[in-house]
């Protein structure tokens, strides 16, 4: 069981040091460190307007998780969206436009959210979506992107925006991320932190974390090969099998501790590289940080899930708007009691129990 914590003034802290951490990291760039400023201020604003709405009983996560499209242009082996059927080939009906997005962004704002990622799909086919994005400069919008869409004109944007963040996918070298995610994939990625190493922007990396990859991918050696070229972020993100076939590439207790330990030496080996594990350890954290506690998950079509990995939903942001999509009964029935805190096999407590959160859907009577 995990321990019981002030959730409010834990998620504060966290978020504070997530601020601090990035402004050190910029501190050599002037004009992404002079923005970083600005944004530290809003997102203490934001601390407050979170906290204020907690004392009156409204909990407000800081962090969205919004999936601006089902498209994608990779087919990444074991890739758990395209096996929910969430991400598809070709661009699908009724997602969100770029104006209901934004009405989503403006929302989150004035509730207290300090940082929105962008996923999908691959979220670079919506410039709409993303030069929109652009404009809310008090959220921090880190793009989760397979790299393959980089471009002048979006590096004309990121200059522009210091908001957007694109935050690449990388799985190891050369030979491990071709084979997940297609020939040449790791040379346009290198190419393309070269392009924003030149540009001087802030860009990061996220990596899936398997039982093969874990020690190539936390070694010096990786990580310099992306900080020499201006990394300044670093997101480990464990697998999560959508097949029994996949089960074992899951990491398990012994992988999971040997990432937390090999995080804590390479943050002495690379000071100003911020290195951050999803979902990380989630006993420190008090447990599952999903279904609003500290963040949910927005589809392209609006509906408001726990987590990318529990595609269950009971309301629709387009319909209802963020504020009850916060509150919806699907995330009140997972916050309530103990379910979120409950020891799992793997680093998603949602998707290891699907079933018993499909069965909380029916029996809420929900459609």
Request: charged letters at 25%; aromatic letters at 8%.
């Amino acid at each position: 069981m995990a321990e019981k914590i002030n959730l409010e003034e834990h998620i504060a802290k966290g978020v504070e040091k997530i601020v601090s951490d990035t402004l050190k990291a910029t501190m050599k760039d002037p004009r992404a460190s002079a923005f970083m400023v600005k944004f530290a201020a809003a997102s203490r604003k934001a601390t407050k307007t979170r906290l204020k709405l907690a004392e009156q009983g409204e909990h407000i996560p800081s962090f969205l998780i919004a999936s601006i499209t089902s498209r994608c242009n990779l087919h990444c082996a074991g890739c758990y969206s395209r096996c929910n059927e969430a991400t598809v080939d070709t661009e699908p009906v009724q997602q969100l436009t770029s104006e209901e997005w934004l009405r989503v962004f403006r929302e989150a704002e004035e509730l207290g959210v300090s940082f929105i990622m962008l996923a999908g799909g691959e979220p670079m086919l919506r410039w709409d979506i993303i030069e929109a994005a652009g404009t809310m400069q008090n959220i921090l919008f880190p793009i989760f992107t397979n790299g393959t869409y980089m471009n002048e004109r979006y590096l004309k944007l990121f200059d522009k925006c210091r908001n957007l963040i694109p935050v690449m996918s990388i799985e190891g070298g050369r030979e491990i991320t071709d084979a997940r995610r297609g020939t040449g994939v790791y040379d346009k990625l290198i190419a393309n932190m070269d392009a924003l190493h030149e540009h001087n922007l802030l860009f990061g990396a996220s990596v899936t974390v398997t039982t093969e990859n874990v020690k190539e991918v936390t070694s010096p050696e990786f990580l310099r090969v992306l900080t020499e070229r201006g990394c300044k972020l670093v997101i480990y993100v464990e697998f999560v099998p959508v097949t029994d076939e996949a089960r074992h590439l899951a990491p398990g207790d012994r992988e999971r501790a040997y990432l937390m330990s090999a995080m804590d030496e390479l943050r002495g080996v690379f000071p100003d590289t911020i290195l951050l594990a999803f979902p990380g350890d989630e006993r420190a954290d008090g447990g599952c940080m999903a279904a609003g506690r500290g963040f949910f998950h927005i589809n392209s079509h609006g509906g408001a899930e726990p987590c990318p990995f529990s595609p269950y939903s009971d309301v629709n942001v387009r319909e209802q708007g963020l504020r009850e999509a916060m509150h919806s009964r699907l995330f009140l029935k997972l916050r309530d009691g103990d379910f979120l805190d409950d020891d799992h096999i793997g680093g998603c407590v949602l998707f290891e129990k699907r079933e018993q959160v499909e069965a909380m859907l029916a029996g809420s009577s929900i459609k």
